[in-house]
């Protein structure tokens, strides 16, 4: 895909297409949800912002995003250190990130429209229960697990059935994690939007399903390439 948003591309436009530049409006103070209804350039000049800058930060997010991991498979034949440092660049660091700026989104999504939207206090619920338990996740992965399968692949591990066991216990709280995204998808009729969704509603379904994603590669990763290689 070619990076095609200009001065003349409508502000909801964009985030329609690329959810994530909306943590660039949010921090210019521009109006994506009810005022995004105008040029770029027009929002850039109500203002009193540089467009280049804005445009150039678009771009940023728009090659990050092309350049996401598709194929996990291409890991099959790296060292287990190699696809750890790999996921916690590209799956940790980017989780904690989307977690912390979404949270606000679905915590407004919630609170202006649950009283006629009730699936919305319930997704509200499963999501800071996600949330809570991924973050506690990979921290346990980053500090106690990852340098036990270091050891497991080096011969170096001081006590390899504990490692087993503690890596098992990473792919039950995979599943776990699995189950609280299925239920969010199914209270959100598959992030279906009614007809009076603004745009922050539209932002946080289109953020959520990209977030479930985002953690489906982040556990096929794990639990399809790094720990079969110790539990088999």
């Excluded at 001081?158 to 066991?165: C, D, S, T």
């Excluded at 009729?189 to 379904?205: I, K, N």
Aim: glycine share 4%; net charge negative.
């Amino acid at each position: 895909m070619t990076f095609t948003i200009t001065s003349e591309s409508l502000v909801r436009d964009i985030v329609n297409e690329l959810p994530k530049s909306s943590d660039i409006f949010k921090k210019n103070r521009i109006d994506f949800c009810c005022g995004g209804n105008i040029p770029l350039s027009q929002a850039a000049a109500q203002n009193n912002l540089d467009l280049d800058p804005i445009l150039d930060e678009l771009k940023v997010v728009f090659e990050k995003y092309e350049n996401e991991e598709k194929d996990v498979e291409v890991w099959t034949g790296s060292d287990s250190e190699t696809i750890i440092n790999h996921v916690i660049t590209n799956y940790h660091r980017v989780s904690e990130e989307e977690l912390t700026l979404l949270s606000p989104y679905v915590t407004k999504v919630s609170r202006v429209h649950g009283e006629h939207h009730p699936e919305l206090i319930k997704m509200n619920e499963l999501f800071y229960e996600f949330k809570r338990e991924l973050l506690e996740h990979m921290e346990k992965e980053e500090a106690i697990v990852f340098p036990l399968i270091k050891q497991l692949a080096d011969g170096t591990v001081p006590n390899r059935e504990e490692a087993i066991q503690m890596i098992a216990e990473l792919e039950k709280e995979h599943d776990h994690a699995g189950e609280i995204l299925r239920q969010i998808r199914a209270v959100t009729s598959d992030f279906e939007l009614p007809l009076d969704a603004c745009g922050t509603y539209r932002l946080v379904y289109a953020r959520l399903e990209a977030l479930e994603n985002l953690t489906f590669m982040h556990v096929h990763l794990e639990n399809n390439i790094l720990f079969p290689r110790y539990l088999d």
